[in-house]
């Protein structure tokens, strides 16, 4: 079963910021959250992952609650090419791999 | 850059064919991850390895067994295909994590779409 529940979908206006929200109300203390996004027709592709700072790079931030249970990803700036389903996964940390679970994502639509 | 290349976009199979997909990747990375993604379903890992000749089963192993002979190749295999593995199969690979618990972000390549007629 999916550890994470995102919205199904989402539109935001070119040149906004869109956030993009996720629960994970089961989370464990060592458990990380991450973020990736997948253009049609693409792999997916890493954004951000944190474990219970809020943590920004180039492309996104990520904003996590103080009791982890949930967490919001923020493109400060959406443009067209952000178009994409966007997957919050927590991490389950294996004793030699690393698994994602992915569940079905936040297909998001940036309008013009 | 990472790059982890799937030996073909699309392909096109019989119903009972063996098939095998397979993926390659340039870093030197650890752990090597087969998925399949379906509309509604998301990614669903199929088996993992994260050493040359190691595998351990994911969600869905039922239908497929894979080989690692090499550390920078992971090939999937359905011994005999079926029209319920019409999907799109996507493969990734990371390093393995330095510490217990740590991050490792995983690199995908562009995905396999595999029709079974």
């Known amino acids: 079963d999916a550890k994470t529940t995102q919205p199904t979908s989402m539109d935001c206006a070119e040149g906004r910021a869109a956030n993009l929200p996720c629960n994970h109300s089961t989370i464990s203390g060592n458990e990380y959250v991450y973020w990736y996004r997948q253009i049609h027709s693409q792999g997916p592709q890493y954004i951000i992952h944190g474990l219970k700072n809020n943590e920004t790079n180039e492309m996104a931030s990520l904003i996590i609650t103080e009791d982890r249970k949930s967490s919001t990803l923020i493109l400060p700036h959406a443009t067209l090419r952000d178009t994409a389903v966007y997957y919050c996964?927590?991490?389950?940390?294996?004793?030699?791999?690393?698994?994602?679970?992915f569940g079905t994502g936040t297909s998001l639509t940036v309008i013009p | 850059d990472v790059k982890v290349t799937q030996s073909s976009r699309y392909l096109v199979k019989r119903t009972g064919e063996k098939v095998f997909l397979e993926c390659v990747q340039d870093?030197?990375?650890?752990?090597m991850f087969w998925y399949r993604q379906d509309p509604g379903l998301g990614l669903r890992l199929i088996y993992f390895?994260?050493?040359?000749?190691?595998?351990e089963k994911g969600d869905i192993p039922e239908g497929y067994s894979v080989s690692r002979e090499k550390k920078e190749r992971f090939s999937l295999i359905l011994e005999s295909a079926s029209t319920n593995q019409t999907s799109m199969y996507l493969c990734?690979?990371?390093?393995?994590?330095?510490?217990?618990?740590?991050?490792?972000?995983?690199?995908f390549g562009p995905g396999t779409r595999l029709t079974v007629l």
């Open positions: 390895s994260y050493d040359v000749k190691m595998k």
């Open positions: 870093m030197d990375h650890e752990n």
């Open positions: 996964i927590v991490r389950v940390a294996g004793n030699t791999g690393n698994q994602f679970y």
């Open positions: 990734a690979s990371s390093l393995l994590p330095p510490v217990a618990g740590s991050y490792n972000e995983q690199f």
